[in-house]
Structure formats: structure tokens, C-alpha cells
């Protein structure tokens, strides 16, 4: 039986080289002198037919509107280049480990290694994105709430809980590219109370006057009607990329 303190120091000595590797991949990814290679692969979460069935529709014109979006709103900041290529790599047998429902922190790291591990192993031999993210699709006829996606910077990975409903083809794309932020650095800006905080998570703080506002900043995730009233964008058009999120992927703000 290994010790608990030798458990303990293989523990450390993983996640010191998951923090050096973060660090490597954060300068890498966030340099904007190449477009970053965005793969999304779709899952079926609930194993039903009516999932299966809807995956079976999906191609690469479903995804397009997240390219043409991270695109339009890099150009407004002065990228150059296209920041992201979007292409659909299918359908994925095996499905990545859910995170924890809980807040233990020990669970949530125990959690992003496997994952990690698991997404190492598949794309082990393969040429694959520089980002990889993997949409479960669920039927709302049995699931009326889904568990909370998660992009992780460290790795560029993303697990994402979609409907498989085309009526919620649009917010799936809102919450697609929230997890795409979250694997380049960005930050929610929203509170626990789900209100988008001010000024960070408005799309538009400086409108006078400030409600409603008529879009979401992507990562405070919702549109406010009020100071306590919200709702969800229902497609990217009525999303936008604020100054604090672009610079926290590092574009330049100055340029907008």
C-alpha cells in the first residue's frame, strides 16, 4: 500500500506540472498571430433515440455561427486575422465525465484530471484542434435542466450540456461560446444570484438609460431588463464581447 504521504506528493507533482502547462498554453493560445483551431464534437448525453436522431441532423452549419461571431467581435477589437477556425468533428462514442454536482474543491480538481486524462487519451495519435470542446446533447422531453457546462483554460478543453431541440439551437450556441471564453481566460461576470454584474457583465454599461439593455456580454450570460429582471439571448446576435472579457483574452481594448 503506497503511503499517504508518497499519494500526497504524486498529487502535488501532478498538479504543479497542470499549473506549468496552463501557464505554456495561456501564451500560446492568446497571442492572436494565428487563427486557433476550435474542434467541437457532439455527444449523446441521455443515450435516447430522439438524441441520437437529432445528433444525426447536425453538420458543420450548426457551429458556422460561432466562428462568424468570435470573428466579427475580434475584428472590432483590431485582430487582424480570423481569431478561430470552427470545424464539427462529429459524433463521439464515449462520453467525457460530468462534472461534480457539489462545490468540494478537492472533487472539482479530482474531476478536471480525469477529464483531462480522458480527452489526452482520445485525441492521443490524432491530429486534433487546438481547442476541443464536447457538446452532450440531451431530449427535453426527460431533461428540463441541465447540469453546468465548463470550459477549462488549462487544457483547452470544454464539456457543454445542450438541448437536443433545434428550438434551442441558438442559446446552445450562446453557451458553446461562453465555455470557448472560459478555455481562452475569460471570467464569469455574473453574480450568485445570476445577475450579470455592473459594469463588467453588461454588454453596454454606459447606455443611458441603462435598462433595458437589448444584449448579453458573453459572459455575464444574460440580458438585464431591470436592475433584478433578466433573460437569456436566445441566439449570438443578441450577444456581444465586452472590453473586460476581450482583455482577458488579451485583445486589445484600446482598439474598440
Given amino acids: 500500500m ?13 498538479l504543479l506540472f497542470v499549473a506549468v502547462n496552463e501557464a505554456l498554453l495561456r501564451l500560446r493560445t492568446t497571442s492572436w498571430d494565428a487563427p ?7 455527444v449523446n448525453g441521455d443515450g435516447r433515440s430522439a438524441t441520437q436522431a437529432y445528433i444525426a441532423r447536425l453538420g458543420a452549419e450548426h457551429f458556422d455561427p460561432i466562428e462568424r461571431f468570435v470573428n466579427r467581435e475580434a475584428g472590432r477589437y483590431g485582430i487582424a486575422i480570423d481569431a478561430i477556425d470552427v470545424k464539427y468533428g462529429g459524433e463521439l462514442e464515449s462520453r467525457p465525465p460530468q462534472p461534480p ?10 474531476w478536471s484530471l480525469k477529464f483531462r486524462a480522458w480527452a ?42 445542450a438541448f437536443a431541440d433545434p428550438g434551442y439551437r441558438g442559446s446552445n450556441r450562446v453557451v458553446i461560446t461562453h465555455e470557448l471564453m472560459h478555455t481562452l481566460g475569460a ?8 445577475l450579470p ?5 453588461y454588454a453596454d454599461p454606459l447606455q443611458v438609460p441603462l435598462y433595458p439593455q437589448r444584449r448579453a456580454e458573453i459572459m455575464g450570460g444574460r440580458i438585464p431588463l431591470s436592475p433584478t429582471q433578466v433573460r437569456m439571448p436566445e441566439s449570438l446576435r443578441e450577444v456581444t464581447i465586452g472590453i473586460y472579457t476581450a482583455a482577458e483574452i488579451n485583445w486589445p481594448v484600446g482598439a474598440e
Fill in 2 to 14: 503506497v503511503p499517504r504521504k508518497f499519494r500526497y506528493l504524486i498529487l502535488l507533482l501532478i
Fill in 36 to 42: 486557433l483551431w476550435v474542434r467541437i464534437y457532439a
Fill in 101 to 110: 454536482s457539489g462545490d468540494s474543491i478537492l472533487e472539482n480538481v479530482w
Fill in 120 to 161: 489526452w487519451r482520445r485525441a492521443w495519435g490524432r491530429d486534433e484542434g487546438d481547442i476541443e470542446l464536447f457538446v452532450s446533447y440531451f431530449d427535453t422531453a426527460t431533461t428540463q435542466a441541465l447540469r453546468h457546462s465548463v470550459g477549462l483554460q488549462g487544457g483547452l478543453i470544454g464539456i457543454i450540456n
Fill in 187 to 194: 471570467t464569469d461576470k455574473y453574480g450568485p444570484d445570476n
Fill in 197 to 201: 454584474l455592473l459594469p463588467q457583465g
